[in-house]
């Protein structure tokens, strides 16, 4: 028995707990780190939680907030629906990378365009995780899924799409965007509070991309798991606040 | 909410005019729409109207957001909808598949087109299997086929009702010419018809504290771990839908009593039914008038009864497309002997004259 428990954020659902992620998966840093926020904001009692499918979905009752399920890459426009209809609730989109940049991607671009007052949480695996490790719009040059057996090869893929660096392109000043990773959770969390405050005060679209880990398909031990985190993905995807309307170091 | 329409009130219109007004009468809140032809008016006259009425539109990237920004938005508990046609309504079928998954009530408007793929901009009745059967699922949904502009009036109050009662996504099936040309109708409060409107309720977002344990999380579930969790599921809503069927049916029935030939059609060309029917009897040939007004479900037992008791030999299906109305009558009254005539126009209207030759030529 551990003498000091990890603190449990109050809006996580207990009946749910412990979590089905695969150990060493990055999902539950981020999960935590919106607990702590969404208890931190005092926002529990008006928020609406939306996943997408993938691994995400595994989050559909992890809180203790209404919540709903979607369809693959639907989560957006499910949640520019609830928040149009009901401006006062506090919408939150929880998805993948897949969701997010391909088969969703229509709806992020033009959500972001609008400057839908939504928060969309996409977390970056650089891999299709739940289908089994299929490549990914993330996937990194030269990294081997499924698909890319021999790694991807951007001359017949592409380069990884990197997401907040688009929405910042396409939305205006007020909204939030910005690229988190696992490794940094303190940051992590402070992004999270100011997407999510973004939305509170009615300012704009809010967009935190998080970095990831995923060694059940990335076939890594811890070791070589962190380094792929923080040598590999950070390295391509910069982390930092990409468009923040309180200013910098917004707190 | 805003009365929208103190006093009935005659107006020639449009359908798609007709449907704004109604969808507006009917107390909705918002509507999610994509602009497609022959349906686009629905929108430009709700864009219009709803500002003065307090009610919300958006128009979204695509159909597939369209759908699903009304399923977000009847989730919340607001009365919302969406209208389409076409290609249109082939992507829209993802979204009427989670609210069939999900039990939304949520309301689409359908004015068709002609096909397979864009077809024409004009007219047809070729998606009649896209609506009543569309997506992986089960058919659980409640389809009304309109033929007038008092009807696309009526049944989109109906249909807010039935999607808001029976929690089944729910269609008001016109076409491009019910869209497009203007005819009389009567306009009206629900309320002074002794129509209640049935009020809407959120599924997420409800009132009370959670954190305050005065109730529990609503967590909404789409997608199954466990075989046997959909399997419950999917049995338990397929009973419902049986169940509550009865009660949704909708039809019409003319001079089937000793006809020797039925007459079969749906939506606007039944008008051209009735009148051939009426122009066949006048010259000694007895015909008979049938028409499901629901497509889902199907008065099944009403064209069996129909079909009994006139004796007829013979059933003529008359569609502007090749065979869906027919192929879903088929499965409907598997069994029954009567010999079923076709008469498919795909894409193009039929009127009296093309009903009245094909009887000649079969009788």
């Not at chain 1, 401006?87 to 671009?109: A, F, K, R, V």
């Not at chain 1, 990294?143 to 997401?163: A, H, M, N, S, V």
């Not at chain 2, 129509?195 to 809407?200: F, L, S």
């Not at chain 2, 076709?342 to 009903?355: A, E, Q, R, S």
Request: charged share 20%; proline share 6%; net charge neutral.
């Amino acid at each position: 028995m551990q003498a000091v428990a990890p603190a449990t954020p109050k809006s996580w659902y207990l009946p749910t707990k412990p979590h089905k992620f695969c150990p060493g998966c990055g999902h539950g840093i981020v999960l935590k780190a919106l607990g702590d926020v969404i208890d931190e904001l005092e926002i529990q009692d008006k928020t609406i939680f939306g996943c997408d499918i993938g691994c995400s979905l595994l989050s559909w009752d992890f809180f203790a907030c209404d919540s709903t399920q979607t369809h693959h890459g639907r989560t957006t426009p499910v949640m520019v629906g609830i928040k149009r209809a009901r401006p006062e609730l506090i919408t939150i989109g929880y998805m993948g990378d897949g969701g997010g940049y391909s088969i969703g991607s229509q709806h992020l671009l033009n959500a972001a365009v609008r400057n839908e007052k939504v928060t969309l949480i996409l977390v970056n695996n650089t891999n299709y995780g739940m289908t089994g490790g299929q490549m990914a719009p993330t996937t990194l040059p030269g990294q081997k899924t499924e698909t890319t057996p021999f790694g991807r090869d951007p001359e017949l893929t592409g380069y990884p799409t990197k997401g907040p660096e688009f929405i910042a392109q396409v939305t205006p000043d007020n909204a939030y965007v910005a690229r988190a990773t696992v490794s940094k959770y303190n940051q992590l969390r402070r992004f999270i509070r100011n997407a999510l405050r973004n939305q509170i005060e009615g300012n704009g679209f809010s967009f935190v991309e998080v970095l990831s880990t995923c060694p059940t398909n990335w076939r890594t031990n811890a070791q070589q798991t962190w380094h792929f985190l923080e040598d590999e993905m950070e390295h391509y995807f910069p982390v930092g606040e990409l468009k923040n309307p309180f200013g910098k170091g917004g707190k | 909410m805003q009365q929208v329409i103190t006093e009935s009130k005659k107006a020639f219109m449009t359908g798609n005019e007709t449907a704004a007004w109604a969808a507006l009468a009917s107390g909705a809140d918002v509507m999610f729409g994509y602009p497609i032809t022959p349906q686009n008016e629905i929108m430009h006259y709700w864009t219009r109207l709803a500002p003065q009425y307090g009610r919300g539109f958006l128009q979204t990237e695509d159909e597939i957001s369209a759908g699903f920004t009304v399923c977000g938005a009847v989730q919340s508990g607001k009365k919302a909808f969406t209208a389409t046609a076409g290609p249109g309504n082939v992507l829209m079928q993802e979204p009427f598949g989670m609210a069939e998954g999900m039990r939304l009530p949520l309301l689409a408007i359908i004015q068709q087109r002609g096909g397979p793929s864009s077809g024409t901009v004009i007219y047809s009745q070729q998606e009649v299997a896209l609506t009543t059967f569309g997506g992986n699922g089960e058919g659980w949904r409640i389809v009304y086929s309109t033929a007038t502009h008092q009807e696309i009036y009526d049944y989109v109050i109906k249909g807010f009702n039935a999607a808001w009662k029976y929690r089944f996504p729910t269609f008001i099936l016109g076409d491009g010419y019910q869209a497009k040309m203007r005819e009389p109708l009567e306009m009206y409060d629900p309320e002074t018809r002794g129509i209640k409107m049935i009020d809407t309720y959120p599924l997420i977002g409800l009132d009370g504290s959670i954190t305050t344990a005065e109730r529990e999380p609503q967590h909404l579930c789409n997608i199954y771990s466990l075989e046997e969790e959909l399997y419950d599921v999917v049995l338990k809503n397929s009973a419902e839908y049986k169940s509550i069927s009865p009660e949704i049916v909708e039809y019409e029935e003319r001079q089937c009593e000793d006809a020797e030939i039925i007459i079969l059609s749906h939506g606007v060309v039944s008008r051209a039914a009735d009148d051939a029917v009426k122009a066949l009897r006048a010259q000694g040939i007895k015909a008979g008038y049938f028409r499901p007004i629901t497509l889902r479900p199907y008065p099944e037992k009403q064209l069996r009864a129909a079909i009994a008791k006139s004796g007829a030999k013979k059933l003529l299906i008359a569609e502007s497309a090749y065979g869906q109305l027919y192929r879903l009558t088929r499965q409907e009254i598997y069994g029954e002997t009567i010999k079923m005539e076709t008469l498919f126009m795909p894409g193009v209207g039929i009127i009296d004259y093309d009903i009245i030759s094909k009887v000649k030529s079969i009788f």
